[in-house]
T-cell receptor
Framework: AQKVTQAQTEISVVEKEDVTLDCVYE???????LFWYKQPPSGELVFLIR??????QNEISGRYSWNFQKSTSSFNFTITASQVVDSAVYFCALRHQGAQKLVFGQGTRLTINP | DTEVTQTPKHLVMGMTNKKSLKCEQHMGHRAMYWYKQKAKKPPELMFVYSYEKLSINESVPSRFSPECPNSSLLNLHLHALQPEDSALYLC????????????FGPGTRLTVL
């Protein structure tokens, strides 16, 4: 069975604070792909990152960084020096090799207060 | 260019109306998707088209009828909807391979009265 858990339903921080969004997944497959998407109030799902199961290298993109740990089945997302524009719902998702279906977590609503 | 466009942005319809949602992509992708998203929930997959053929139907009621006229266009025909069908409908596209990222459009906010 495939499952993605985002235990944090809502997070609220003050601007410039660092914030980490947790994502834990369950899968029996050895080859799979993990994604993070951002959904601002406008509704569009914006792709942020894709990570392959065989590549555990962490990634940094500007203020965003991702920590992938297969040993704990986690793919956490950190925003450094948060800004009001980072306010959105963030979804973690899982996709298996050969599958077209994305399995989404329930999402984390992040609010950055000025 | 990673743009997927959807029209209309908003749609209000009665339960006896027939309407269509449209999606277009020009990224050369050969897989296209329809998702339904209720408030405060993640998107739920409805349909997948691969090479213009329906490859996945997630047991969606027949009042939703998808159509893929060509590799760039995806329609969702709506008929006799219920108020509980009110939601954000998202279109996405990708290459056919599972390694590839799905890119989403801005969605159509549908209200059924």
């Amino acid at each position: 069975a495939q499952k993605v858990t985002q235990a944090q339903t809502e997070i609220s921080v003050v601007e410039k604070e660092d914030v980490t969004l947790d994502c834990v997944y369950e899968t029996r497959d050895t080859t799979y792909y993990l994604f993070w998407y951002k959904q601002p109030p406008s509704g569009e799902l914006v792709f942020l990152i894709r990570r392959n199961s065989f590549d555990e290298q962490n990634e940094i993109s500007g203020r965003y960084s991702w920590n992938f740990q297969k040993s704990t089945s986690s793919f956490n997302f950190t925003i450094t020096a948060s800004q009001v524009v980072d306010s959105a719902v963030y979804f973690c998702a899982l996709r298996h090799q050969g599958a077209q279906k994305l399995v989404f977590g329930q999402g984390t609503r992040l609010t950055i207060n000025p | 260019d990673t743009e997927v466009t959807q029209t209309p942005k908003h749609l209000v319809m009665g339960m006896t109306n027939k309407k269509s949602l449209k999606c277009e992509q020009h990224m050369g992708h050969r897989a296209m998707y329809w998702y339904k998203q209720k408030a405060k929930k993640p998107p739920e997959l409805m349909f997948v088209y691969s090479y213009e053929k329906l490859s996945i139907n997630e047991s969606v009621p027949s009042r939703f009828s998808p159509e893929c006229p060509n590799s760039s266009l995806l329609n969702l025909h709506l008929h006799a909807l219920q108020p509980e069908d009110s939601a954000l409908y998202l279109c996405a596209s990708s290459q056919v391979y599972s390694t590839d990222t799905q890119y989403f459009g801005p969605g159509t906010r549908l209200t059924v009265l």
